[in-house]
Antibody, heavy 117, light 109 residues
Framework: QGQLVESGGGVVQPGRSLRLSCAASGFIFSTYGMHWVRQAPGKGLEWVAVIWSDGSNKYYADSVKGRFTISRDNSKNTLYLQMNSLRAEDTAVYYC??????????WGQGTTVTVSS | QSALTQPASVSASPGQSITVSCTGTSTDVGGDSYVSWYQQHPGKAPKLMIYDVSNRPSGVSNRFSGSKSGNTASLTISGLQAEDEADYYCMSYTDSTTVFGGGTKLTVL
């Protein structure tokens, strides 16, 4: 069925950078598009970015465009999210999720990012 | 990329049915996009309940069903059970953009 495990979260000061990773196992990672989705404390889900299976196309939410970069290494079965110029409003639990047909059928447990001075 | 509109909360008794609406525009829900629904229990990751408007993934109860009319998608849960109490989110997906609804808290009385 597949498993996703996020890592790399932590506490970071505003304006600094952080890179999240999402390790995939149990399925053929290179054949699936992948998303990052975040959830601020007590708030709803917010889509962040998507990358196609071969990495050829990437799309971002307006709120992170120009600051965040999604990438993947299919040889390592790993998805990444490089987050630069972090702001307090980026504080959230970040989930990676697998694109299945046009939904997200597998999710990681999430990694927490806190942006605070 | 405005969030889709969902009711903040809905409640019903066990055994009853409820419908959660998800309203967008002609550029998302009402256009060439695909609607899915997610269930999220507190402290847990979301779970896919419906994809492509009305399809259930393997393992999801047939008490859950989805539909769409115009700019509004709907999730119906029949025969409510205590374990259905959770937050529910709709999502509209196209190749280039994805947007979630604000979420609906379902309370099973």
């Amino acid at each position: 069925q597949g498993q996703l495990v996020e890592s790399g979260g932590g506490v970071v000061q505003p304006g600094r950078s952080l890179r999240l990773s999402c390790a995939a196992s149990g399925f053929i990672f290179s054949t699936y598009g992948m998303h990052w989705v975040r959830q601020a404390p007590g708030k709803g889900l917010e889509w962040v970015a998507v990358i196609w299976s071969d990495g050829s196309n990437k799309y971002y939410a307006d709120s992170v465009k120009g600051r965040f970069t999604i990438s993947r290494d299919n040889s390592k079965n790993t998805l990444y999210l490089q987050m630069n110029s972090l702001r307090a409003e980026d504080t959230a639990v970040y989930y990676c999720a697998r694109l299945y047909y046009n939904g997200m059928d597998a999710w990681g447990q999430g990694t927490t990012v806190t942006v605070s001075s | 990329q405005s969030a889709l509109t969902q009711p903040a909360s809905v409640s019903a008794s066990p055994g009853q049915s409820i419908t959660v609406s998800c309203t967008g525009t002609s550029t998302d829900v009402g256009g060439d996009s695909y609607v899915s629904w997610y269930q999220q229990h507190p402290g847990k990751a979301p779970k896919l309940m419906i994809y492509d408007v009305s399809n259930r993934p393997s393992g999801v109860s047939n008490r859950f069903s989805g539909s769409k009319s115009g700019n509004t998608a709907s999730l119906t849960i029949s025969g409510l059970q205590a374990e259905d109490e959770a937050d529910y989110y709709c999502m509209s997906y196209t190749d280039s953009t994805t947007v979630f609804g604000g979420g609906t808290k379902l309370t099973v009385l």
